[in-house]
Each structure stands twice: as structure tokens, then as C-alpha cells.
């Protein structure tokens, strides 16, 4: 019995939909473990179709095609490690998510998914159907169990396959990124580790897909819980396990023990990778946003140049009267920093132009909102021109408090293909603005240094759309906003609990009655970078028609 085994780990960025693309990067780490005498390369879950795939999974035509690249990727790798490697399976007209297992030029092994998450981003019970509990599957003389992601969450699976002869656990997942997770799974799967007493390898893939972000951190755990590998998080790698039997069974050997990044700088890498991926995968080359002198700007356009570089960010600024000569001194220093291309365009003459067209419908109004609006509405309409003609995707900029309160104009600020910040709170927004000026790092592409003026930070945020206008006139301190949204939103907390939290009711009904109201804005929204396990879109799920408020 060999008393060595070599596991090649791939953790990869696949690309939803792209069958080709997926089997050639599965077959190049395939190659790879080949030259390194690996036993077995193991790639994540479903990476031949890529995921989180929805309800494209369930289509007929492409779920059929994903068994057919993987029952041809079997062909062409027959000859070296064997190859561990997710994707859809059809049995007796059942849709399962299966692992498989690929040797000698075909698929040896089928691991069905059991334990189906149906929460957060999760739809996977309307999609897949539950498979058996089953035992480990062989390579070589070693027997390996493969609880696939939400199986491993679970004490049965790993149970089972430990019951059932299984000598080490092999998890492959598509585990998107919130902030603190890999804390979290690293202390469930030493639960699961405590439990069998075997070592647990658990495989995560990397890169953007819409709103989440998969961001990698595989690790392997000896016997007893101990870290044995970390491989970096967010950074597509391909990393050799060397496992040795001794008589108590299997151990890895020490591996890469890569730093893990804050949580401040793990949401930053976040918004960026999601920001490339999303333009990658989409077939976007480069982007544009309204530069307003602003902090949900500035972080944007700095989100933007580290994504894809300056060259390829426009940062237009579209003054009105009402723009003071500060912010467009800050808004033109931020794009030089950055060394993206600044263009102005002021609104003047198009504002005046609607304001004589709708004014004779608005004789013996007051001017108000609605004439507010229209200035945003402009610059939408103006950005949206600009992208229309160079191809450029228009970035949107409204940070999560604007978002929740709906303290945005709909088709005017909102209007946008992604938003890297939708996730963020603005008192967030304010600390990431402070880390980029002080940290810079090879996954940037932008430059290094202070780019986001302090001046710009430390200023009281304004809208701009009146004189003297400030956020605070319409809404509650950013402190307070976002303690209660912190609260209603990713606690689910009542009335009641955010009053005795210390907020005062009539404060906490409001911001309760704006989060309500402004359901049909977040339902028209662009997606932007998953922070958080209560971000707004598949994480957090209300009706748009909604009079219910909590009597507490």
C-alpha cells in the first residue's frame, strides 16, 4: 500500500456558461499535477459550468453539454493523475450537482450532492434534487470522501464516508465571500475533522460571478484540527499536497501558509475583483462614472483604476450652479491621481432647455424635488449617452446607506451596469478611503499613494442639487443611519430592539419607513460586490408592495 499521495489543488476562476474555457483550465492544472507526479488534481464544485449558474443549470441543451465536456475532458486526460472535477448530472430525469471522479479516460466515480442550501444566494433545492448518502470513491488504493460544500456543513455526510472506509475528505466548493467567512468555515470543517479523525482538504474556487465573489483560501486540516496549508485568498493558484500514512493513517505535510489579509482589506480586494470580473466576463473593456468631488465617487473611480487600470476609466464631472468651486477641485484632483481621463460637462444649458419644455405644466408650482431630480436625471441621461457611444459600462455609485434610505434618484444617479460599492455603509466607505490612501498592493492596478484627498474624506457629504445642501438635512448622522440600518437590515432587528439599543423611535421609524419604500429603487438597482450575508438583492428578499410596519 503506497504510504504517499500527492493532491494537486486548483483552485481556478471559472467562467459561468464558457464549457470550453472551464475544460481547458481544468485540463492545464491537470497538466500541471501530471508534471509534478501528482496522484490526483482536484478542481472545485460545478467548475465545468461554472457558478453560481441559477437557472441555466436547469436548461436541457446546456446541462447535457456540461456532461459531455466533462466525459470528454475524461478522454483527453486519461493518461496521468486522475482528476476530481464538479459539474451537473442527469439520472432517471433527476438534475443532481455531482463531483466527479475522471481516470484512464473516463468517469470512474459520481459524488452526488445531498445536503442542498436553500438560503442567502442560494436556490439550489428549486434546481437540484437531493442525492443518496454514499461512501468514498478510489484512487489508487486510497479511499477519498468528497462531502460536496454544503454537504460538509453537515455532521452525517462526513460521517458516512468516514463509516463507510473514506481515509481523507476532499471538499470541493463554491463558497462565495463575506466578510469574516473563512473564519467560519474554517471552524466548521474542524468540527468535522474533530469528529471523523481524518484530514479535510477544502477546495474553494475563485473570481466574480454577478454580485458574488468567490475568493479562494482553500486550506488543508491534520488530524486534531491543525492548519497544515492556507493558500491565499482571492488569488488564483495551483498548489501540490503531499500527504504521508503513518500508523495512525494519513497526515499532510506543511505546506504554503499564506497571509490573510483584514477584513477592511479583504472587502476592498472584494469590490475589486468583482468590479474585473464582471467587465471580463461580460466583455466590457472599460468603464465611466459621474466624478462628483464626493467620497462614493472618489472610492469608486479608485475601485475602477486598481481593477482595469487608469487607461481605461473616464471620470466625467457635470456641474450645475449649485456644484461648489471645492468639489470641482477635488473631483479633477482625484482623476489626476489616479491618472484617468477627466472630461466636464457642465449641465446648464440642457437643465435650462427641460426647465422651459416641462415649464409650462409646472406653472404655480413650487420648485422643489422634482427640480432636484431633474439635475440628476440630466447627468444619467448624459452618462448614459457617453457610454452609449464609446462602449463604456457606466458605473453607478450609491453606497449602501443611499441604497437602504433610497437616498438616490431613480434613472438619474442610480442609472448604471454595477455599482462596486452597493454593499458598503457610507461609514465604511469612509474607513476604505483611508486604507487606499495608505496601502497599496500588486493586485492594484491603480498607483500607489494618497489619491483620495483628505479633504475630500473629512467633508460633509452633499448631494448638491440645492444651496447649502447637506445629507444630513434628509437624513440622520451616517453614524446613526448606519447603527440602525446595521440593525433593521443585517440583524432583521424590530423597532423595539433598535430603541433599546440607545436610538430614538421617531429616528428608527423613519429610517424603518424609508427602507420600505425604497424597495422598487433596490428592485431596479444594479448589481454590485456581495460584502455582506444581507446584501440587497438575493441575500435580503422583500416585497415591493409592502404596507406592513412593525408596531414595536
Not at 433610497?406 to 444617479?413: K, R
Not at 475630500?456 to 447637506?470: F, G, M, N, T
Amino acid at each position: 500500500m503506497a504510504d504517499r499521495f500527492r493532491l494537486t489543488l486548483a483552485q481556478l476562476n471559472p467562467i459561468v456558461g464558457d464549457l470550453a474555457a472551464n475544460a481547458a483550465a481544468a485540463r492545464d492544472a491537470w497538466e500541471q499535477a501530471r508534471e509534478a507526479g501528482a496522484d490526483m488534481v482536484a478542481l472545485p464544485e460545478m467548475f465545468i459550468t461554472g457558478y453560481n449558474t441559477q437557472d441555466l443549470v436547469m436548461k436541457p441543451a446546456f446541462h447535457q453539454a456540461a456532461i459531455e465536456a466533462v466525459d470528454a475532458l475524461a478522454q483527453v486526460c486519461a493518461d496521468g493523475p486522475t482528476m476530481g472535477i464538479g459539474g451537473p448530472w442527469v439520472e432517471e430525469g433527476k438534475l443532481y450537482n455531482a463531483y466527479f471522479i475522471l481516470s484512464a479516460g473516463k468517469v470512474i466515480s459520481r459524488v452526488l450532492k445531498h445536503h442542498l442550501p436553500n438560503e442567502t444566494v442560494f436556490d439550489e433545492v428549486r434546481i437540484f434534487d437531493s442525492g443518496p448518502l454514499g461512501g468514498p470513491y478510489s484512487v489508487g488504493n486510497t479511499r477519498i470522501g468528497s462531502p460536496i460544500c454544503e454537504d460538509a456543513w453537515h455532521e452525517d455526510v462526513a460521517e458516512t464516508l468516514a463509516e463507510t472506509g473514506a481515509e481523507f475528505l476532499l471538499v470541493p466548493n463554491g463558497s462565495p465571500y463575506f466578510r469574516s467567512k473563512l473564519e467560519v468555515r474554517q471552524n466548521v470543517m474542524v468540527a468535522r475533522v474533530i469528529e471523523t479523525g481524518l484530514p479535510l482538504v477544502y477546495l474553494n474556487m475563485v473570481g466574480g460571478q454577478d454580485d458574488q465573489v468567490f475568493d479562494g483560501g482553500s486550506f488543508v486540516l491534520n488530524p486534531g484540527g491543525a492548519l497544515a496549508v492556507q493558500l491565499p485568498v482571492f488569488d488564483a493558484v495551483v498548489a501540490h499536497v503531499d500527504f504521508v500514512r503513518g500508523p495512525e493513517g494519513w497526515h499532510a505535510e506543511p505546506g504554503e501558509m499564506a497571509h490573510i489579509p483584514d477584513m477592511l482589506e479583504q472587502d476592498y480586494r472584494c469590490m475589486v475583483e468583482a468590479l474585473r470580473d464582471y467587465m471580463g466576463k461580460t466583455g466590457f473593456k472599460q468603464v465611466l462614472l459621474g466624478l462628483s468631488g464626493g467620497i462614493d465617487s472618489a472610492i469608486v473611480a479608485t475601485i475602477a483604476a486598481d481593477a482595469l487600470g487608469a487607461q481605461n476609466v473616464r471620470c466625467v464631472m457635470l456641474p450645475s450652479e449649485y456644484t461648489s468651486q471645492s468639489s470641482l477641485d477635488d473631483a479633477k484632483e482625484v482623476a489626476e491621481n489616479l491618472g484617468c481621463r477627466y472630461d466636464f460637462v457642465p449641465i446648464a444649458e440642457g437643465r435650462a432647455a427641460i426647465t422651459n419644455t416641462l415649464a409650462p405644466l409646472f406653472e404655480g408650482t413650487q420648485a422643489g424635488l422634482t427640480e432636484e431630480n431633474i439635475q440628476s436625471r440630466l447627468r444619467g441621461l448624459l452618462l448614459m449617452a457617453l457610454s452609449n457611444k464609446f462602449g463604456e459600462m457606466l458605473l453607478t455609485t450609491g453606497n449602501k446607506s443611499e441604497v437602504a434610505v433610497g437616498y438616490a434618484t431613480i434613472y438619474g444617479d442610480m442609472a448604471g451596469g454595477y455599482n462596486p460599492i452597493k454593499d458598503m455603509y457610507k461609514t465604511r466607505v469612509f474607513a476604505a478611503c483611508r486604507w487606499r490612501n495608505e496601502n497599496h498592493r500588486d493586485w492594484m492596478a491603480g498607483p500607489a499613494g494618497v489619491v483620495i484627498p483628505p479633504r475630500v474624506i473629512d467633508k460633509p457629504p452633499s448631494a448638491e442639487l440645492r444651496p447649502d445642501q447637506k445629507d444630513e438635512d434628509s437624513l440622520p448622522p451616517y453614524e446613526v443611519l448606519d447603527a440602525i440600518l446595521m440593525l433593521l437590515v443585517d440583524a432583521e432587528a424590530s423597532v423595539a430592539e433598535c430603541v433599546a439599543a440607545g436610538f430614538d423611535r421617531e429616528t428608527v421609524k423613519r429610517v424603518e419607513h424609508l427602507l420600505y419604500i425604497s424597495e422598487y429603487k433596490r428592485f431596479q438597482s444594479a448589481p454590485g460586490a456581495r460584502l455582506s450575508p444581507r446584501a440587497f438583492w438575493l441575500d435580503r428578499r422583500y416585497p415591493i408592495v409592502n404596507r406592513w410596519r412593525d408596531p414595536s
